[in-house]
Every structure is written in C-alpha cells, then in structure tokens.
C-alpha cells in the first residue's frame, strides 16, 4: 500500500487552489452545521408530512390565454363553461320508466343538490323544475315539468312521464337514445360557498364515489351509474397519488440494492439514500410553507429531487472510496472528494434548477407550479449532497468493504474501462458521429408526427380500462350530445342578443359546424326560435327558419332555455359537442370559428372563443405548442450559458450539449411512435430530461479536461475519466432507469407515459456522455492549445 502521508501531500500539492475557502469554511465547522441541518430537517419534516393534495380547475388551464379570459369574463353568465360533473344513471335491465328507476332518480338527485361545491342554480335532472317540455296547440303553447306535478309511480303517471320526454328536446341530452339511462348535470363552483377556499377534488370525488355510486348501487341492485367531469378525473388522479407511494417504495429500495452492489459498502448506501431523501423532506416541507399542495402533477417531482440527489451522491461515494483505497481516512477522503466534485457538481445542479424554472414561462399554474417545486428542490440537493452528505461521511468514512471492493476490482475494471476509452480513438469517432448523424435524421422524421394535446378519448392521465373512461364510453355511446363541448360566445350591445341578423350569423356557423369532421352536433338560440317557428305554423317545416319579423323572433324565444342567454341579452351561446377533445379534433373546430368570426364579426355581433371544456383544452393546447420550442430555447440557452462560464470554451459547451439535443430530438420522435401528445403532464418531461441529463456530461468533461491538462492524449485521459467518474455516470444512468421504468404500472396513464420517458432520458443521455462525448472531443478539443492556455493562465 502506498504511504498515505506521502500521497496526501503530493495531492495537496498538484491540486490547484488547495483547500478553497468553500472547504475550509465547511469541514473547519462540521459539528456546528450538522447541528443546524438536523434542526432544519426537523422544522421541514414536520411541515412536509402535513403537506396536501392540491388541485384546481384554474390552475390547470392558461388563464392568460385570450380563450380563457373570455371565458372567465363571461363566468357568470353562462352555463357549460367547463367544471361539471354528469351523472348518469342507468337501469342495467329494462328502461327508465319504472317506478323503482326513478325513486333511486330521485334521491340521487336530492343527493347531488346538497354536495358541497354544487351550484344547486344550475343543476340539472328529470326532477329539477327547470327541465320542462313545450308544444303547440290548438290554444297556443303548452308546457310544464318533464316530471307531472301529479306523478305517483304508476303505470298512467310513467306514461304521461314518456310522452313529456318526448316533447322536451331532451332525449340525447339529459335522457339516453335508448331510453335506459338519464343524466344528473350538476355545475361546480371554484370555490366552496360554505368555506371559501377552493373546492376539494379529493373529497368531492370520495364524495360522489360513496354518497352516490356505491350507496345507490347497493341500494338498487339494477342500477349502474357512471360519472364523468373535470372534477371527478382530477378527483380520480387524487386517488391514483396512493399507488405513487408503493413507488415510491419501490424506487428507494430497487436504488439501496443496487448502490450497494455497486459500492459493497453499508455507508456508501445508505447515506445517499438518506440525504436524497431529506432532500426530498425539505422540498416538500418548504412547498407547505410557501402555501403549496401536490397536485396530480408536480406529485411526481420528489422522485426527481430524489434521483438527482443519489445522481450527484453517487459521484461523491465513488470520489470517497477511490481515495480511500490510497490509504487516506474518512475527513481526509471526504475534504479531497469535495474539491474534486464541488465545482461540476454545483454547475450541473445550479443548470438542473435553472433548466427547470425556465418551465415557469409557460402560462399554466400546474406547470408553473411544477418549475417551483423542482427548482426548489435541487436547491436542497446542492446543500444535502455537497455538505450534508459530506459531513456525514467524514464521519463514517467508506466501509471497509467497500474500499476493498475498489482495490481488488481495479485491474478487472480497467480492462473494460479501456475496451470503452476507444469511442475517443480516431478511428472510432468518426463512426460515431455517423451513427449519431442517422439517429438524427431519423428522429427528425419522425417527431414530424408529434402531436401537441390528447390523442385518445377520455382521460388520456388515466389508463383506457380505468373506470372513469369506461364511463365517459358509456355516455359517449349512449348520448347524442357528447361530454366535450366548446362553447362559442356571440357577444351584442345590450338587448340586442335576438335581432334577426345575430341568429341569422349564427345560423350560418352552426351549418357550417355541422359539415366539419369531428363536430356531432351544435345548439344555440337560432335552433330555439327556428323550432317554435315551425312550431306555431302548424308543424310546417316551410316555417324551420329565422323569420325576419323581429314579433315572430321575440315569441319564439319567449321561453328559451335557461342558459342560452344571459339577463341583459348581451351575450349568448352557441355548442358545439364534439364526437372527442383530440389535438386534431379541437383545431378542425377552432379553425372553422376563428376563420367564420374574423368574416363575420362586427359592431352587432362579435363570434368569441371559447368556452366549454372542449374550448379549454384547445386554449391549453395551444399555450403549448408555443411554448414548447421556447421551453428548449430557454434550457438549452441557460445550460449552455452555465457551461461555457465554468468552461470558457464554446467546444466544451458543444460536447456537453449535443448530445443532450440528439436525446431531445428521440424523446420527441420516441413520443410520436408511442402514440404521447405533448400536454400539461408530458411537456415539462422534456426540460427535466434535459436537466438532469447535463449532469453527465458535466462531470465527464469536467475530468476529461482535468487529466488533458495534466498532458494525458485524449484517448488516455478518457480512460482515466471513466475509471473514475464515468463508472458512477454508468451506474446511476442505469440505476435511475431501472427507478423510474418501474412507474410504467401505475394506473395514472400519465405517469406510466412519464416512467417511460424518463427511463429513456436517463439512459440515452449516459449513453451520449459515455458514447457520443468523447467522439465529439476528438474534433472539437485541442489538447495542445488547452495546456497553452493553462500555461498562460499560470
């Protein structure tokens, strides 16, 4: 064994700027800061556990998108605006005219009207009084509520029930085709009234699934119902945050096993683990304190905080352990592995965090809220990896086993560590650099398929077979008006919402709807005063249009259905249900309204987009499209930025970078084969993939260029940089894909989409640093004029 004393003052001596005051300043007050770090821990732990599940119909769409403020302007005049729950109600065997079927009807009914969050103004069911049927007579209009006032279960009264059904223009609607199911439409404040804070997804799922589903079924065994909304997906997603726990389990003990493989020693293991997961105790604690919840989405981000932690923690145990090998003790091995790895490793963490943030340009609070958490916690990790975990190991030191695992592995090692040091020869870079060349082309041609938003029906977040698609499958079947509806705004001076050329205008988009591939069917005020039209002239379908006698108008619309105009006639709408909410459906309909309100608008009428869910989620994704090249611009610019200021060369930035642009450019095309949109869940895949992946390069480089100014060849000091930084790259790359692929069996569809992903971002990234680095350095680095530079600098 060599003289550690003797080792110690030569690496002293050849490491420039020996002890930085950043170390002395750490390990010369080790008790002190461990102290303050454990009361730290304590106050964040306490708040972490208490944080809660947070979602919001605002925070998930674009508020500043003109769609939405158009939307939000008009909240209190319209009904449909996007945040509802539908109920329907079905009977498994025979129809709804029973009187079994609707006595359940009816206390599901009185059940959903005093759910907390329902706004019981607009809530909508066979037995609420606003659903009502009209006809012509001999003696003029007739109407009154679906349900008789007399109605008392009998066969005459179920009679009279189907013949008021029939007459209400509500079949397809509120009542299936097929006469088996009926719907209870309940619209949702943002806020509960009784409290005043934001409604409570969670709850008001559980509510639904216990007051409503699982009593009535139970209580009446020939009943099924099925119910679908934002609420009750997001509601879903809540419940689907459970199973992210076991993976959570799953991850951190996949991880333990594996690092102690790798280091055989009982501190290099647990350590890591321990300080990636205060890490990830101090985020959460911190999100609390900030006013934060975990909402379905940036729920997934401690696991990111946690695999960036054991990514850097890695690179200090393998650090720790070469040095200890050479005979140094604990401190000693941790104080040289600080220095070392302090300055890649805060660059790459620092480049990690601002990666993330650039995610806060993006104008969605989820997504916003996401760049927050992430950027928080890499923070932490910057102190739990470069100090906590230091200091504790200087404490601990690397087990025994561990550091003998280092010396009788060396010679093993470096054969396949020199096998690898050939992407760097000269003859081999080349080869490379072609086949990153083909990987380029084709990843070019196939993410020209990328789609921005769903691609699927229903809830794209949860899986095909999950009970909430199952049930938005049903009513899609079984309804003709669909459960994605864009509702276009038809904005005139006060009373002025019936003149004849504002629904004539709207008559003529309506038909131009109806010929558009993916619309199902329309609905406005027109179609009301063309059917009462018809109506008064004895059934006449000669009469089935918008008279110009404004008399005749204003008596058709006398008794329009609450909804289809607001109080001072300024504003009314017109549906569009459409047969899905794909990225193509939504465009096809956008495009035909934008194009129809720029001929047609003017000081009478103005055509405004949109409301409805379907209308959301075309403003969501267009936010997106925008915003996903400058997202990349943003990451790409700040990593690059970072890279080149620690650097100060614009070849280095080149051979970190690269390939992080080839792995960006095959998540994408990776994406377009696999059928994944870009959308609020997938979109901020593509920045964290990017962010954590610089790491590897980060470090590779960092050491490449350590040992080519020491006067090694390329291909010498590539090998030295794999055996010493480039085995832990290797490890965690596959380590944190093996954490992550394991996500692919959640039931939230999103996150298995996000497994997927990042198993592939993980791995491809260490392969480019491993791989496609080197052969980039071949062309791009000039060793000889680098030890000039170093020369000069001196």
Same mark, same amino acid.
């Given at each position: 064994m060599s003289n550690p004393k003797h080792d110690k003052g030569e690496h002293y001596l050849t490491t420039p700027k020996a002890?930085?005051?950043?170390?002395?300043?750490?390990?010369?007050?080790?008790?002190?800061?461990?102290?303050?770090?454990?009361?730290?821990?304590?106050?964040?732990?306490?708040?972490?556990?208490?944080?809660?599940?947070?979602?919001?119909?605002?925070?998930?769409?674009?508020?500043?998108?003109?769609?939405?403020?158009?939307?939000?302007?008009?909240?209190?005049?319209?009904?449909?605006?996007?945040?509802?729950v539908r109920i329907a109600v079905e009977s498994k065997d025979g129809?709804?005219?029973?009187?079994?079927?609707?006595?359940?009807?009816?206390?599901?009914?009185?059940?959903?009207?005093?759910?907390?969050?329902?706004?019981?103004?607009?809530?909508?069911?066979?037995?609420?009084?606003?659903?009502?049927?009209?006809?012509?007579?001999?003696?003029?209009?007739?109407?009154?509520?679906?349900?008789?006032?007399?109605?008392d279960g009998s066969r005459e009264s179920l009679e009279q029930l189907r013949q008021n059904i029939?007459?209400?223009?509500?079949?397809?609607?509120?009542?299936?085709?097929?006469?088996?199911?009926?719907?209870?439409?309940?619209?949702?404040?943002?806020?509960?009234?009784?409290t005043g804070e934001p409604l409570d997804y969670g709850t008001f799922s559980r509510q639904l699934e216990e007051k409503i589903r699982e009593k009535y079924e139970a209580q009446n065994p020939n009943i099924e119902i099925h119910i679908v909304g934002f609420a009750k997906k997001v509601g879903d997603l809540i419940e689907g945050i459970g199973s992210i726990a076991w993976f959570a389990g799953i991850t951190i003990v996949l991880t333990t096993l594996l690092l102690f493989w790798y280091s055989r020693s009982i501190s290099g293991t647990l350590v890591p683990v321990f300080t990636s997961i205060i890490a990830v105790f101090w985020q959460l604690g911190t999100l609390r304190l900030l006013g934060y919840g975990l909402d379905p989405y940036s729920v997934l981000v401690p696991f990111l905080v946690f695999a960036i932690g054991i990514s850097?923690?890695?690179?200090?145990?393998?650090?720790?352990?070469?040095?200890?090998?050479?005979?140094?003790?604990?401190?000693?091995?941790?104080r040289l592995a600080f220095r070392a790895l302090y300055i890649?490793?805060?660059?790459?963490?620092?480049?990690?965090?601002?990666?993330?943030?650039t995610l806060f340009f993006i104008e969605i609070d989820v997504i916003r809220d996401l760049a927050v958490a992430a950027g928080i916690g890499v923070a932490f990790v910057i102190v739990t990896n470069l100090v906590l975990h230091v200091l504790i190991m200087s404490y601990i030191g690397i087990s025994k086993g561990g550091v003998r695992h280092v010396q009788n592995h060396g010679e093993k090692q470096d054969r396949k560590w020199r096998l690898l040091s050939n992407f760097s020869h000269p003859g081999v870079a080349p080869i490379s650099l072609l086949i990153a060349v083909i990987g380029l082309g084709l990843g070019l041609y196939y993410k020209q398929d990328l789609k921005v938003?769903?691609?699927?029906?229903?809830?794209?977040?949860?899986?095909?077979?999950?009970?909430?698609?199952?049930?938005?499958?049903?009513?899609?079947?079984?309804?003709?008006?669909?459960?994605?509806?864009?509702?276009?705004?038809?904005?005139?001076?006060?009373?002025?919402?019936?003149?004849?050329?504002?629904?004539r205008a709207m008559d003529a988009l309506q038909w131009e709807l109806a010929n558009t591939p993916g619309v199902q069917s329309t609905a406005s005020l027109a179609d009301v005063s063309k059917i009462v039209t018809k109506a008064l002239n004895e059934g006449n379908w000669n009469w089935y249009a918008i008279s110009r006698n404004q008399t005749i108008i204003n008596a058709s619309i006398r008794n329009a259905p609450s909804g289809l105009i607001n109080t001072d006639c300024s504003l009314t709408p017109l549906l569009v249900f459409l047969e899905d909410h794909k990225a193509e459906t939504l465009q096809t309909a956008v495009d035909v309204v934008e194009e129809f309100a720029q001929e047609n608008s003017n000081e009478e009428h103005t055509f405004l987009l949109a409301?409805?869910?379907?209308?959301?989620?075309?403003?969501?994704?267009?936010?997106?499209?925008?915003?996903?090249?400058?997202?990349?611009?943003?990451?790409?610019?700040?990593?690059?930025?970072?890279?080149?200021?620690?650097?100060?060369?614009?070849?280095?930035?080149?051979? /970190?970078? *690269?390939?992080?642009?080839?792995?960006?450019? $095959?998540?994408?095309? =990776?994406?377009?084969?696999? &059928? #994944?949109? /870009?959308? *609020?869940?997938?979109?901020?895949?593509?920045? $964290?993939?990017?962010? =954590?992946?610089?790491?590897? &390069? #980060?470090? /590779?480089?960092?050491?490449?260029?350590?040992?080519?100014?020491?006067?090694?060849t390329l291909q010498d000091a590539y090998f030295e940089t794999l055996r010493s930084t480039g085995k832990a790259v290797v490890f965690t790359g596959v380590t944190l894909g093996i954490g992550v692929v394991t996500?692919?069996?959640?039931?939230?569809?999103?996150?298995?989409?996000?497994?997927?992903?990042?198993?592939?971002?993980?791995?491809?990234?260490?392969?480019?640093?491993?791989?496609?680095?080197?052969?980039?350095?071949?062309?791009?680095?000039?060793?000889?004029?680098?030890?000039?530079?170093?020369?000069?600098?001196?």
């Open positions: 002890e930085p005051f950043l170390e002395r300043l750490i390990f010369n007050n080790r008790a002190i800061i461990l102290v303050l770090l454990t009361i730290l821990t304590l106050f964040l732990g306490y708040n972490a556990i208490k944080i809660q599940p947070d979602a919001s119909f605002e925070r998930m769409i674009p508020l500043e998108h003109p769609y939405i403020v158009n939307m939000l302007d008009h909240r209190d005049d319209l009904e449909n605006l996007g945040n509802f129809d709804i005219f029973s009187p079994e079927y609707m006595e359940t009807l009816k206390q599901i009914t009185d059940e959903v009207f005093y759910l907390n969050g329902v706004d019981r103004s607009g809530l909508k069911s066979l037995w609420t009084s606003n659903v009502r049927w009209v006809e012509v007579t001999e003696q003029g209009f007739q109407g009154g509520t679906v349900i008789p006032d007399d109605y029939l007459r209400s223009n509500e079949v397809g609607r509120l009542i299936s085709d097929n006469f088996q199911s009926t719907i209870v439409y309940a619209p949702l404040y943002e806020k509960d009234p009784e850097h923690g890695v690179q200090i145990v393998n650090a720790m352990a070469v040095e200890a090998a050479k005979g140094f003790d604990a401190i000693t091995a941790a890649p490793g805060m660059l790459a963490l620092i480049s990690d965090a601002f990666g993330f943030l938003g769903d691609l699927d029906q229903g809830a794209p977040e949860l899986r095909k077979d999950s009970r909430y698609n199952k049930d938005n499958a049903y009513i899609i079947n079984n309804y003709s008006t669909s459960a994605d509806v864009m509702v276009v705004m038809v904005k005139t001076p006060e009373e002025q919402c019936t003149q004849y050329s504002v629904l409301a409805g869910n379907a209308g959301v989620e075309a403003a969501t994704n267009e936010v997106i499209s925008k915003a996903k090249d400058m997202m990349l611009i943003f990451v790409y610019g700040v990593v690059s930025l970072l890279c080149f200021l620690t650097f100060r060369s614009i070849r280095a930035v080149l051979c /970190i970078v *690269v390939p992080l642009g080839l792995t960006s450019i $095959l998540c994408e095309a =990776i994406m377009a084969v696999s &059928g #994944i949109g /870009i959308k *609020v869940a997938t979109l901020p895949v593509i920045a $964290l993939g990017v962010g =954590i992946g610089v790491d590897y &390069g #980060i470090y /590779i480089y960092s050491k490449l260029e350590k040992y080519l100014l020491e006067g090694k996500w692919i069996f959640s039931p939230i569809k999103f996150q298995a989409d996000m497994g997927f992903l990042l198993f592939f971002m993980f791995l491809w990234n260490m392969i480019g640093a491993i791989w496609l680095l080197p052969a980039l350095a071949r062309f791009l680095l000039r060793p000889d004029r680098m030890l000039e530079k170093a020369k000069a600098a001196k």
